[in-house]
């Protein structure tokens, strides 16, 4: 059974800019969060949602935004970039909420 | 504030050797407790699940316990290899079931061959 898959894996950008993020669960899992890892804050929660709906959200500014489609996958999306969203952003999925969350490898995005 | 602790930030034991790592949280009112590995510019590998109902949770080498009223986890792992090399988080979920985890800072092993 495939893990959870990340796409692009890395990714440069300009401040300024805007960057969409996407993440593919485990076949079968509907429930699918987003997390910000960096060396200062360690890892922060940024969204979680389940059928197509967000059902949590963290204590980031509106720049960052999500959105989950019908066949369960999820992008994330940033925009007006700041060098302080350097960062790994890891998606996890699990089969219903409150279930085990299996991580995938992360985008590495750095703004310069 | 629901915070999380792991503690010893770092840890270096020799092969073979037993250890324990340790994670606190403040708040006793959890959903469930999870542990990772993360190596390095990894993702993160789920190890063990507990939920808020059980008192330890057992896979392979590794054995996690859960004391609720001491807002307190421990993960046992025996017999130590240089490939358990890794950081080794802990987080938790609050308020039922929900998939948002408050993590821990991390124990970063190393186990010397």
């Known amino acids: 059974k495939a893990g959870v898959t990340q796409t692009p894996r890395y990714l440069i950008k300009t401040r300024g800019q805007q960057v969409t993020l996407s993440c593919s669960p485990i076949?079968?899992?509907?429930?699918v969060s987003w997390y910000q890892q960096t060396p200062g804050q360690g890892l922060q929660f940024l969204f979680e949602?389940?059928?197509?709906?967000?059902?949590n959200k963290g204590n980031f500014p509106g720049r960052f935004s999500g959105r989950q489609f019908s066949n369960s996958r999820s992008e994330m999306n940033v925009s007006t970039l700041e060098l302080g969203d350097s960062a790994l952003y890891l998606c996890?999925?699990?089969?219903?909420?409150?279930?085990?969350?299996?991580f995938g490898p992360g985008t590495r995005l750095t703004v310069t | 504030k629901q915070e999380v602790t792991q503690i010893p930030a770092a840890l270096s034991v020799p092969e073979g050797e037993n250890l324990v790592l340790n994670c606190s949280f403040t708040?006793?009112?959890?959903?469930?407790l999870q542990w990772f590995r993360q190596d390095p510019g990894k993702g993160l590998t789920s190890l063990l699940l507990?939920?808020?109902?059980?008192r330890e949770q057992t896979s392979g080498r590794l054995n996690a316990s859960l004391d609720k009223s001491s807002g307190r986890s421990t993960l046992y792992i025996a017999a130590s290899q240089p490939g358990d090399s890794a950081t080794y988080l802990c987080?938790?979920?609050?308020?039922?079931?929900?998939?948002?985890?408050?993590f821990g800072t991390g124990t970063l092993l190393a186990v010397q061959p």
């Open positions: 708040d006793s009112a959890i959903y469930n």
């Open positions: 996890a999925s699990s089969k219903e909420r409150g279930h085990e969350q299996y």
């Open positions: 507990i939920q808020s109902s059980q």
């Open positions: 949602y389940f059928s197509e709906t967000q059902r």
């Open positions: 076949s079968g899992h509907r429930s």
């Open positions: 987080a938790v979920s609050y308020g039922g079931a929900t998939n948002k985890l408050i």
